[in-house]
């Protein structure tokens, strides 16, 4: 991540002569090739309440997209339509090429490739750690439980829970609760996963545990798409933040571009509430 950065700076400042004539060309480069793509999402409850407006946007794999913007916004509701949480009312969504929302896709298998993390971690209270971390992989892919023991045993080694593997979810922490939740994401082996404000519910002090193990995802490559609070984190992880008002999405670009050069009225009201 370091490094494209350092590329980013690089190609910046080479072409910054010739910036003053031509129109900007975006700094961000798409990481690799399109992994979602949405067109003209909506998503109407009840026929009244337009809670995602006419959204179009490609995720690429590899990509680390945070998605900002106001309460009620509709960031919760575009991130359940990209696992189907919540099925859109208009607009196409594909992934791998695949139409999810064509009526012969196969929902099940694409909610396996789709990964997804909670504010309240959504953990099952009355099964132990590794159970919670190996019922997705044995009863949903038909995995060995051996198999998928050494694997969830290998993820919580990963992220320092090893020895609470017999634990049930009452007897962790919050910040322990949702490192489970993301190893158990991870269990499944997903394409992407999408989190949602994950640490909003936690202590401050547990914040950061959970947002590191997020950001070795993200150095390892895992395409992830996070709606948060932390503009920290936004800055430091993202390769690009989208801004929602209104259910629209109003503005979207590298951290630098969000951040340190907003363009629309929405978004400089918004930061300077945030920052
Ligand atoms: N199941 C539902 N039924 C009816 N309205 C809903 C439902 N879910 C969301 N909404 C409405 O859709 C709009 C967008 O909500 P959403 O939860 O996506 O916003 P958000 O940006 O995630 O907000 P927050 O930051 O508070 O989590 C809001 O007006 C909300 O009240
Ligand atoms: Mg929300």
Not at 54 to 68: A, M, R
Not at 243 to 255: K, N
């Amino acid at each position: 991540m370091s490094d494209k950065k350092v590329i980013v700076k690089a190609v910046a400042k080479e072409e910054a002569p010739a910036a003053k004539a031509a129109p900007k060309k975006p700094l961000y480069q798409p990481k690799g090739d399109v992994l979602i793509s949405v067109k003209n999402l909506d998503k109407t409850f009840k026929e009244t309440i337009h809670a995602v407006r006419n959204v179009t946007t490609d995720i690429h794999k590899g990509e680390v997209v945070v998605l900002i913007g106001p309460s009620g916004s509709g960031k919760s509701t575009f991130l359940r339509c990209l696992n189907l949480l919540e099925v859109p009312t208009g607009g196409s969504i594909t992934m791998d090429g695949e139409d999810i929302m064509d009526k012969n896709a196969d929902l099940n298998k694409h909610r396996q490739k789709v990964g997804m993390v909670f504010q309240h971690f959504n953990l099952f209270d009355n099964l132990n750690v590794i159970q919670n971390m190996t019922i997705g992989p044995i009863k949903l892919k038909g995995e060995s439980e051996a198999a998928a023991n050494q694997r969830a045993m290998n993820l919580l080694d990963r992220v320092g829970l090893a020895d609470r593997a017999e634990a049930y979810p009452s007897q962790l922490s919050g910040g322990q609760k949702q490192r489970i939740a993301i190893v158990r994401a991870l269990c499944m082996q997903p394409e992407v996963i999408l989190f949602d404000e994950p640490t909003s519910a936690l202590d401050p002090e547990m914040v950061g545990e959970v947002l590191d193990v997020m950001k070795q995802l993200a150095a390892e490559g895992m395409t992830m798409v996070v709606v948060t609070h932390e503009m920290g984190f936004a800055r430091e992880v993202a390769d690009r933040v989208l801004f929602m008002a209104d259910g629209a999405l109003i503005e979207e670009g590298t951290p630098e571009e969000i951040f340190d050069n907003p363009k629309s009225d929405r978004l400089k009201d918004f930061l300077s509430k945030i920052l």
